[in-house]
């Protein structure tokens, strides 16, 4: 059967990834914090982040000699409620926990926090960081800028990242509102999925030098690295489904993770020049705003509930059983494989065996 999943649980997967960090430099302590980010995404459901990133978007780069194993975290400015970090290529996840934990810090001092972010590099899904905002009871919001992959509107050459705009937000339900989406319409590691599973991708993600469109998803990460090819914004191509909007959005997220901290942007985030694999050099920014700064939390937590289970209980369209709030789907997901595990595709299974053999990790029995 083609693209058969086999299931690995939770704790051996961690593990198995936390010795492959260890075993490319990365000390043991920012190995957990990698490791953890990463199987959170496959927990929630987002599996374009998890452990199909772990080879390509970190070992590899790291043995490219493009990413720093060992973080060099060094804060650059300071007030009371922000600080400007310089992450010198190390790991996103350690920096960017790191500066969400400062920025939390700062908020309970002083009703909010922000850090801007430099020289770092890919930090996972930015809901993690928004998450742990919302531990502390907080709000959380967190974006980064990426490799130039999205057209203006009414344009075609791929200028922006994908550029998450993130939200953490606490509530009285058993699952806090998360929404961790990219300002684009789809996203590289969607693609990635896409072409590992082997199907097309919809039509409107994607635009082509005269405006068309490609739905060949191994054809597009191709010729994205080209620039043949660009994503389009929320909204898709031109203005009629308001991709202006999603254009905007994406362009805010460009603009609060480089020009804060003087950092890169645009095509000098193109992680290649003179036709080398350079550092990619991306910028972050994390806010936590205290909701005590400004009423009880647990006010706070009815009235945000409330609005949710309003809008999940409304009229529902025909043929639509369900309403869902952002958030609900990835705590429904980790409902269902708590106790099933990972589901790893043949593609995902190739590489863990590759890592395993490359990097001499032994010890583990995986079913494939």
Request: charge should be positive.
């Amino acid at each position: 059967m083609k693209n058969e999943s086999k299931y690995v649980p939770f704790d051996v997967m961690e593990k198995f990834m936390v010795e492959v960090f260890m075993k490319v430099g990365v000390p043991e302590s920012d190995a957990r914090i990698c490791a953890d980010v990463l199987i959170t995404a496959d927990k929630y459901g987002i599996d374009s982040h998890g452990i199909s990133r772990l080879k390509t978007i970190y070992i590899d780069r790291i043995r490219d000699g493009i990413q720093e194993a060992v973080t060099k975290f060094e804060i650059l400015r300071e007030g009371p409620t922000t600080a400007v970090i310089d992450g010198h290529n190390g790991m996103g996840h350690v920096i960017a926990k790191k500066s969400m934990t400062i920025a939390i810090e700062k908020a309970k001092k002083y009703g909010m926090g922000m850090i801007a972010v430099r020289n770092s590099t890919h930090y996972g899904i930015a809901g993690y960081y928004a998450g742990m905002a919302v531990e502390s009871g907080m709000v959380g919001i967190t974006g980064t800028n990426a490799r130039p992959s999205v057209a203006p509107t009414f344009g075609v050459e791929n200028m922006l990242g994908t550029n998450p705009l993130t939200f953490g937000i606490p509530t009285d339900e058993k699952f806090p509102f998360i929404l961790d989406c990219a300002t684009s319409l789809s996203q590289r590691g969607k693609v990635e999925l896409y072409a590992r599973e082997g199907k097309p991708l919809p039509a409107s993600w994607v635009i082509d030098q005269n405006g068309g469109t490609e739905t060949d998803a191994k054809k597009v990460l191709e010729y994205l690295t080209k620039g043949a090819v660009a994503l389009t914004p929320l909204g898709g191509i031109g203005e009629e489904g308001a991709g202006y909007k999603g254009y905007g959005y994406c362009t805010v997220v460009e603009i609060l993770s480089a020009a804060l901290q003087q950092g890169a942007f645009l095509k000098m985030l193109l992680g290649v020049q003179d036709g080398k694999k350079v550092s990619i050099n991306l910028g972050h920014f994390f806010i936590a705003i205290d909701i005590s700064a400004f009423t009880e939390i647990d006010k706070f937590k009815k009235t945000a509930g409330d609005i949710l289970r309003s809008l999940r209980s409304s009229k529902k369209m025909p043929g639509r059983d369900r309403i869902y709030t952002a958030g609900e789907k990835e705590y429904l997901t980790w409902q269902e494989r708590k106790n099933k595990g990972i589901p790893v595709n043949e593609e995902l299974q190739k590489e863990m065996l590759i890592l395993q053999k490359e990097l001499n990790i032994t010890g583990y029995k995986f079913p494939f």
